[in-house]
């Protein structure tokens, strides 16, 4: 389904080639100072633009049409919608039956029998992550202690941030494309947020972030590289009376629950499928494998416009465990 | 909260060393043959007993008492309990203050207040798991088309499984402890399996693994080893018409939704945090810290006992999204 | 919260003077035919027009914005909006301060500690049943089966329907407003639709039903006057092998489960409270009790509208239970 | 499904005539002192034992086997059970075929294809209520600021309380049974409890009426009565700063939300259907209507055991919205 959340609910809408994507959020308090400004530097973040990034642009102002009054949240649901201006569904003509390869095509097709509008990906499109973006500014305003910190600290399997850029441009010289891994780190949580099994932190993030297109691994603190570990070199002994750690591999969670240190949380995206080089699939219609050309306008590394969707659904999480 | 599910539904209760531990699961459909003894081969494979586990032994003797009738589940909520017998709540005495480095002794406490029963993690405790594992035998009865593979493929760092045992070995004797990776390949999952967003098998299976005490990363196929990748290296050309591909960096999900493919899934355990040698971290009540030697009977590697529990958290992610 | 369902989830959002109402529906089956045409009689039944009703005109012009493509569902989220353009907001100045009886002024304003939007109700407004009564043409296109008729019973205390005109004309006249008993009758509920306890029919019908402002009575059945019978007069006997019953006391439900019979519900619907004559009431402003008079534009007899709407949570009730 | 509320979430499990039946409660604050005596009172207000009440007697021993530590709630889920001692299963064999009138004998059938449990109504049977009584005590100890009045306003149409015993008698000696009407009164909520639409104080608290087994009506406030009124004898102004309204006739409910006053529902209670004389109804093995005795022992108005349920059901509802 396409609601998340207890407490601050989020229910997302729309599609890549429709008229509009939206977002409605209930649990937001009523009080809250908003205005379509403080949208402005989060969606900037996400937007394309930069080397690397599609040629389609999309204005993302967004329409606040409920929940908000005189300036200030009313506590009623508040509802975001972001129109779509820059389409060009006829990119997407001959998809459905030679389907790109690691693209929803094929699943959207089967799940819904053909119905599913299968322009630039229709509902399981990236675009909605402009939603998602929205409704994490609207968690960060309702939560104004937590800092956040994000950054991309692979691309391509390279660790050298210098190197990001020419990592992304040979390969989409080359016609191809490279993933990366987005790390946030966030301060001001408070210990004892998280509940205990499914409603641990990292269960109802995870929740959220594995719902970005194109994440296919989450971890927290040490994560994978703590599984190698030994325990007395991975356990964060305490080492005073506020809590703090000597380490922080558990990432500022013990048994889903928050110790007051760093929440530290990174996620793996893959490279985008949408590359411009010939690839070889099968063709339902031909009944054979045929070569295809992917027409549309596609990021050589969606990674790059990740970091702050990343966050969002960070603050999504938080805010709905913590309100 | 501790329900997860909504149409194959789990709630679950009990403490490490109370008197039970157990699980209701709602959802399930009637006329399912099933008898105590269907859960014997998956609660053996959780239990304690190889070296590196610990030396507490349950019975883990699932006693049904709702649900079901003439052998068969009647639709209504079926609840299994455990009695917990093999307690020891003596041996915990001390660490209320004197919290156990990356345990949740202290967030537990944070969270409610000091009214958390502290003995062996209480509520937050492996314990829980044999409740999570018998939920999978059921989630199991109720798919026989799938077929699980579930396996470790790394302990402390080595991806030798014949040299796990000493490595764990070799932990123990030095008073320490190892964590692993646990890999789970499921086939027979349907094309179409699964619901965009927060709905997709991604997002629904990694809420219920990271509920799992412990599990610190979750990646479905490449994972983060796809995030190095090319494009064109990582995109999984379809070959045939019944949508087999011919790589899987993607596991068998696109866009949140079943290809039809195998399943794979890999999850991070943490080393043990218990550990036997002496650890120094702060001790409230002395205000500074202090030596902490662990008393009871733990793992030194408690990732050999969770393959069998990743299985059953995936099993019950598919029974809420194929039922 | 402001969603409701688990298969058939509606969330609605929007004020009675902002700039629209709004409904996003998740679970619609993919490949439902659908257009903005066939809302057009269920939102007709529901406009205002008639003697009796308010004078505000709204064109009621359903905007599909999302799930729909080339004339189908997708499956994907439906949302449908609803523009508000003869709006008031100047009529509603005061009435922060000297709230209206038997309205939400206050108790919207206690709760959200001021920051509400007062204007006409604001969220809490007879206006979102507009997107109520759009769920419940989406849901009967779902189950084209059911056959609902619904009708006004009983007006300001009458059962003689050729008195309903005059009985609202008098009560208009006088500055007065009257209440009324809807009543729903559904043919095409198969048997065995409903869930023990929560899931009852009753159960997922009412909590839907007492959303709709006014409404302060439910019954199935018999329902109040089947409490005064004796079990040998109130008791359905089965007459034949499809289960019909020669009675229907029990309105077509057992155990909270749809038998197959027809099922019947009665709603009470409180009168109108903005009433044109002089009202005595608590100014808080002035600290004592001071005349009110209601501007604004109303409804003599709001039961007269009520019936499309309560068809409507019946719709998306069985929606939630049968798909 | 078996589970009702957000933030304070019941699970019901369980059969008449199984070994138990149980509740696990979600959401319990940490930190409220709890034994097994303070069951004692509201459970022995809904056994049996007053002339007109069933001959069953059960011990109703509540078994608190989680979350409870040195008497006090933990936070974590408190589970509840009740063993079933006195059940005689052989009282329903040859229900299966010959249905009850007015019982969920065949709806129970139909929808779990036979393998429903039959016996006293398997899990669709009253006995369950013993489970929502224990949720009640639960509820009222975490809102200690209500006052709950609860009485019997009606019994087979009768508005005099003196004469409720002999109508009863009346009714048993002649094999029959009654219904009535149940009124609850709760002071105490504070203004601004409720959520808008669906989360209702109607909303919420219907759902949880509507489970109670027999309950076929629920009104709040003036209710039906209320539908009869103009409006202006119906408004309740307002007479002082605290809110307090002239008249009552919302109920304590305006626009879902509480305002301060008395909250008042009244719940409409079927005569019991098991009733001792001779009824002819279809049998579905001999393919035509039979004369049915019911064997077992039941209530002649179940009405009379109602009133501590309906009170449990409006705490727990409260619960889940004050906590």
């Known amino acids: 389904m396409n609601s998340a959340g207890e407490r601050f609910r989020i229910t997302l809408w729309g599609e890549s080639h429709g008229p509009m994507v939206g977002i409605a959020i209930d649990g937001v308090p009523a009080g809250i100072p908003l205005s379509a400004d403080d949208f402005r530097d989060d969606l900037a973040r996400r937007r394309a633009g930069a080397p690397g990034t599609t040629a389609r642009r999309e204005r ?4 606040i049409v ?8 009313t506590g009623a649901p508040l509802t975001i919608l972001f129109a779509n201006t820059d389409t060009r569904p006829e990119d997407y003509r001959s998809l459905t039956e030679h389907c790109r390869p690691s693209h929803a095509d094929r699943t959207a097709r089967i799940k819904w029998h053909g119905f599913n509008d299968p322009r630039g990906g229709g509902h399981l499109s990236g675009r909605l992550t402009v939603a998602l973006v929205a ?3 609207v968690a960060k305003r309702c939560l104004p202690q937590l800092r956040f910190r994000t950054c991309l600290t692979e691309v391509g399997g390279l660790c050298t941030p210098a190197r990001f850029a020419e990592t992304v441009e040979a390969a989409r010289a080359a016609g191809d494309s490279v993933g990366g891994v987005v790390e946030c780190r966030i301060t001001g949580v408070p210990a004892g947020t998280g509940e205990p099994l499914f409603g641990a932190v990292e269960s109802v993030a995870a929740r959220l972030l594995f719902a970005i297109p194109a994440v296919k691994g989450v971890e927290f603190g040490a994560g994978f590289a703590g599984s190698r570990m030994r325990g007395s070199q991975y356990n964060d002994p305490i080492v005073d009376a506020e809590g703090r750690t000597a380490t922080n591999h ?6 889903g629950i928050a110790n007051g240190n760093e929440l530290v949380v990174r996620v793996a995206v893959k490279p985008t499928p949408s590359i411009a080089r010939t690839q070889h699939t099968f063709d339902f219609s031909a009944g054979r494998m045929e070569p295809l050309v992917i027409e549309g306008r596609h990021d050589a590394c969606i990674a790059l416009r990740c970091g702050v969707v990343v966050e969002a659904a960070m603050a999504v999480a938080l805010a709905d465990l913590m309100l």
């Open 60 to 63: 993302d102002e967004p329409q």
């Open 135 to 137: 409704a994490g500014v």
């Open 250 to 255: 558990d990432g500022g969670i013990n048994g």
């Open 66 to 73: 409920s929940g908000l009054w005189q300036g200030h949240t």
